[in-house]
């Protein structure tokens, strides 16, 4: 084996755009039907929330700001009493089976002991609250989820663990089926029991079952989702089981799941694109000792179908300005289709929960013979567009705060939070991740526009 | 604490950066964790911004919140003014910096020490205002800075100009339909004689701010941005007013009027001549303005006695509802508005010409009055648009907070007579036209056969959907369902399956190709 460009990891200021991690209840409050999502914090929390959801604000979201005033700032009034009062009107007027509370910078910086008011409130209500201290001081926009879902795995049921015995294992079974999702994977039983595979990462019901339909075709069957679609339904966890994470933001829940349920982490590429997604099967395949069958010739197909694709994005350069941890693995994808990535800029870089991400992008460069890209964590947005002025890349992957200004500037975008959005997880769906890369380049295809640099301030100065 | 699904109007912050990203070469420096940037993201997409933000934040981490902001605030400030240049540099405070308490004078203190741009912290309170009155106070706070600066410096020039002159004061980013307001706006000032010598913020040079004396009276159009600037030149230079705001037709003309009065105070000593717009008036309400004779003509007949419900900032919200009472003969059921700060000026403004008035925060009060009283059109903001759409009665969309539609690309002002056009426009289609209005109901409606079927393929019979299919096909979005449908059996026909499996479905994805 040829030797690898090792990647260089380098660290900027830290100014750079992103979402509030807030923003995570936007899709968690879907995911899990069940839920309500209370965010503690000030007017500055529910403008950005009423601003970033958009036209899903009117459709009675299951969310809701609990909005500090200058008395419970100042401790006038006490924080408990408070938040019981809302929490009472929740409960009356959705009758949710969790109430999930999201901490914010507000509620760290007066230091409301929220993780200590829960337990008691949990008592006197009825009803779970789980805290995520989901804030702008230490996270950045899907990291939020993380929070959420680090916050959750200590509410899972304990796992039964009947080690190899044959004979117990259809109760197993039968504990698995209690905690998932999609009961009817359960019908058929894996070759290997003694071990049950739990995928975490909240992802549309859709996309949940493609994935494991995925690997039922190799055998083995998914016992459960975290976040499941409903708070009542969470996988049973403990030792014994083994996790997986299909997005690159979760490293807090892959640790908590490791620490303190003492599950055992399959640390894979995540399933973006056809080749992660193989890459992402065979892991658990090799942790489970089961011979991956029809992999290769149906990653083949994908790529086959993906051709027309492929002929857009072949030889473009793209840019990450990074705002949503999903960049390493967007970029891999993006290199294996022929593209050439200048920078890769992420808001945080955790190294062991994405090294096989990682390695698996030092082998996509050596394979497609491009230089690896630098990765640039926490980088700084001014200086990014300064870079971006000189690289000329056919195509930035951006935040909006900065997407129509770098049109008006003649760079391509496409706007980052997309990916957060679409659907782009595992083989099925491929063809929409490419959609999303391509869509700027087509369009550009088909522009007729003879003017170049539609920016006001280029004009004058 | 208070349980809130949805506000009105923002924090205090985002007034401060839109009066500070209106000014040309002014950055605003906010003091506020990761995230917090979020007015970036509304600039760039709801007004189409072709040009970078000029706000930055100084973020705050647990570093900060460790051991203070220090040297942060002041470093970001130092290399902004090394980076751009700026003119002004506004140092933000947000809730966070509010609690934490930071001393944002003294950074910019210590900041100015070093930098060439001028540096000023904004004097707002985060929990007692919001977004309207901080930017209110910004806009005040920015000019009282230059002209106090000027005066000092005696570069303060304080003769009036030859000719009639105005400044246009609160115009400025994301305002509704402010920047086809403005050039209405001009466009009144101009036919009237009046040059415009400034239009602050939006677009203004703050190095020309020192001559904003020399007009003859200030026109704040709307009453929530740029009263507290026009009342503080009235106090410290002299300056005449008029807040009143040229919507509909008699608004419009009280304007002029007001106006007139106010040039001709001048007029008289510099030229001894009196301006006269009676004519004026007149020949545009009769001839420009297409409102007086549409609200005669036949068709408005069908409006009259209808019932409307209105909510919006306090200017829109009063002009409109004195155009529908008084000049379109529609009954309004209530006028609501959520700038509980200017409450008793609205009371005023549509006393007598509703029904009930509300004065709240609170949406959902709002949508309840609405369903009560169940007009027959609503003219708010977009909640009150799908406040409508949920109980089915149309609703034309009169104020912010709105959606990034409400900053189209045409020309729509709301004031002056082409104002009353588009009002006009807005209102008549708002309601249910006419005929369309009788017809359904008197014929029992358009379709009086049940649609037998929605779906796209006819021939199902041959095909058999399972039922883990059928299910897996429901949870695909509304909107492309019956597509996906269609080409997975047409992929099933193609490969000779006889059953649709959701692995069909899948596999039909993966093979498609649009």
């Known amino acids: 084996m040829k030797t690898l460009e090792i990647p260089t990891f380098e660290c900027e200021t830290g100014n750079y755009h992103t979402f509030c991690p807030i923003s995570c209840v936007a899709w968690l409050y879907q995911k899990i039907e069940d839920s309500f999502f209370l965010v503690v914090g000030t007017k500055t929390r529910g403008y950005f929330l009423q601003n970033a959801l958009g036209v899903m604000i009117f459709a009675e979201p299951r969310y809701a700001m609990a909005e500090s005033e200058e008395g419970d700032i100042s401790a006038q009034l006490n924080d408990q009493k408070e938040l019981k009062r809302i929490c009472l009107q929740i409960k009356n007027d959705r009758n949710p089976s969790v109430i999930i509370w999201i901490g914010t910078c507000t509620t760290e910086i007066i230091k409301m002991d929220l993780e200590g008011i829960a337990p008691k409130l949990e008592k006197q209500l009825g009803i779970p609250i789980v805290v995520a201290r989901a804030n702008g001081l230490d996270y950045a926009f899907t990291q939020g989820e993380d929070t959420v879902s680090a916050a959750t795995t200590h509410r899972c049921p304990e796992y039964i663990s009947c080690a190899t015995n044959q004979q117990i294992e259809g109760e197993i079974e039968s504990v698995a089926i209690g905690a998932a999702p999609n009961k009817k994977f359960f019908s058929q039983k894996g070759k290997l029991g003694k071990c049950s595979l739990v995928l975490f990462g909240s992802s549309p019901s859709s996309v949940a079952s493609q994935l494991n339909l995925e690997s039922k075709r190799q055998s083995i069957s998914v016992s459960g989702w975290l976040p499941s679609q409903k708070y009542t339904e969470l996988p049973a966890l403990g030792q014994g089981v083994c996790v997986c994470g299909v997005n690159p933001f979760l490293s807090r829940t892959a640790t908590t799941s490791m620490r303190r349920r003492k599950c055992q982490l399959v640390g894979a590429p995540f399933p973006i694109g056809p080749d992660g997604t193989r890459a992402w099967i065979e892991k658990i395949c090799s942790v489970f000792d089961v011979k991956p069958d029809g992999l290769e010739e149906r990653e083949n197909q994908i790529w086959k179908n993906l051709k027309d694709y492929l002929g857009v994005v072949t030889g473009k350069s793209v840019f990450f300005m990074g705002d949503n941890l999903l960049e390493i693995s967007i970029a891999r994808f993006s290199i294996r289709c022929g593209m050439i990535v200048y920078e890769i800029g992420i808001p945080y870089m955790d190294r062991r929960y994405q090294a096989a991400e990682l390695l698996l992008l030092q082998e996509t460069c050596a394979k497609m013979e491009t230089p690896m890209p630098r990765i640039v964590e926490k980088p700084d947005n001014y200086s990014q567009v300064q870079r971006m002025h000189e690289l000329r890349p056919d195509l930035a992957i951006t935040g909006m705060a900065h997407a129509n200004p770098l049109e008006a500037r003649d760079i391509d975008t496409k706007w980052s939070v997309e990916f957060t959005f679409a659907q782009i997880h595992g083989f099925t769906n491929a063809r929409d991740a490419l959609e999303l890369v391509t869509r700027p380049l087509r369009r550009k295809n088909s522009s007729v526009l003879g003017c170049h640099s539609l920016s006001r301030q280029t004009v004058e100065s | ?514």
């Open chain 2, 1 to 514: 604490m208070k349980l809130a699904y949805w506000m009105y109007a923002g924090p205090a912050h985002i007034g401060t950066l839109r009066v500070a990203s209106s000014f040309r070469n002014v950055h605003a420096i906010m003091h506020a964790p990761l995230g917090d940037d979020h007015f970036n993201v509304m600039r760039s997409m709801s007004e189409r911004e072709r040009d970078f933000t000029p706000v930055t934040a100084s973020v705050v981490d647990r570093h900060v919140l460790a051991r203070g902001s220090q040297e942060k605030v002041i470093n970001n400030i130092s290399r902004k003014d090394e980076e751009q240049r700026p003119d002004l540099i506004v140092s933000t405070p947000t809730c966070t910096s509010s609690i934490s308490q930071e001393d944002l004078q003294n950074f910019v203190d210590r900041a100015s020490l070093s930098s060439e741009s001028d540096a000023i912290p904004a004097d707002v309170n985060y929990y007692r205002v919001n977004e309207l009155q901080a930017a209110d106070r910004t806009l005040e706070q920015i000019i009282r800075h230059y002209l106090d600066r000027a005066r000092k410096q005696g570069t303060l020039d304080r003769s009036v100009t030859d000719v009639p002159s105005a400044n246009i004061i609160g115009i400025f980013t994301s305002g509704f339909h402010n920047q086809h307001d403005c050039r209405e706006s001009k466009r009144l000032l101009g036919e009237s004689g009046i040059s415009v010598s400034q239009v602050i913020p939006e677009g203004a040079s703050l190095k020309y701010l020192k001559d904003l004396p020399r007009a003859w009276f200030n026109a704040v159009p709307y009453r929530e941005v740029g009263l507290m600037t026009a009342t503080f030149s009235e106090k410290e230079y002299g300056m005449p007013y008029t807040s009143i705001s040229p919507m509909g037709i008699s608004n419009t003309a009280d304007f002029i009027a007001q106006i007139g009065k106010l040039v001709n105070v001048w007029a008289s000593v510099l030229s001894e001549r009196r301006l006269n717009y009676r004519l004026y008036v007149e020949n545009q309400t009769k001839f420009v303005s297409q409102a007086a004779w549409f609200s005669k003509s036949i068709d408005c007949q069908n409006l009259a006695g209808k019932e409307a419900a209105i909510s919006g900032d306090a200017t829109h919200a009063a002009s409109i509802t004195k155009i529908l009472v008084r000049e379109m003969g529609i009954r309004v059921g209530c006028a609501g508005t959520y700038c509980k700060h200017d409450a008793e000026r609205f009371n005023e403004q549509v006393q007598g010409l509703c029904d009930e008035v509300i004065v709240t925060e609170d949406h959902t009060e709002v949508g309840d009055t609405i369903a009560r009283i169940e007009p027959s059109a609503i003219f708010g903001t977009q909640m009150e648009r799908h406040i409508g759409k949920r109980i089915d009665i149309p609703c034309g969309v009169i104020s912010s907070p709105v959606h990034i539609q409400n900053s189209p690309p045409g020309y729509r002002p709301f004031p002056g007579y082409e104002g009353t056009n588009q009002i006009a426009d807005l209102i008549y289609n708002s309601f249910n036209l006419g005929m369309e209005d009788h017809s359904p109901d008197v014929f029992g409606g358009h379709d009086t056969k049940e649609i037998s079927t929605k779906s796209l393929s006819t021939d199902r019979k041959d095909i058999n959907w399972t039922p883990e299919a059928e299910s897996e096909s429901n949870r695909i979005p509304g909107f492309v369902r019956g597509r996906t449908k269609k080409n997975t059996e047409v992929f099933a026909k193609q490969n000779d399956i006889p059953e649709i499996t959701a692995d069909v479905m899948y596999a039909a994805k993966e093979r498609s190709s649009p």
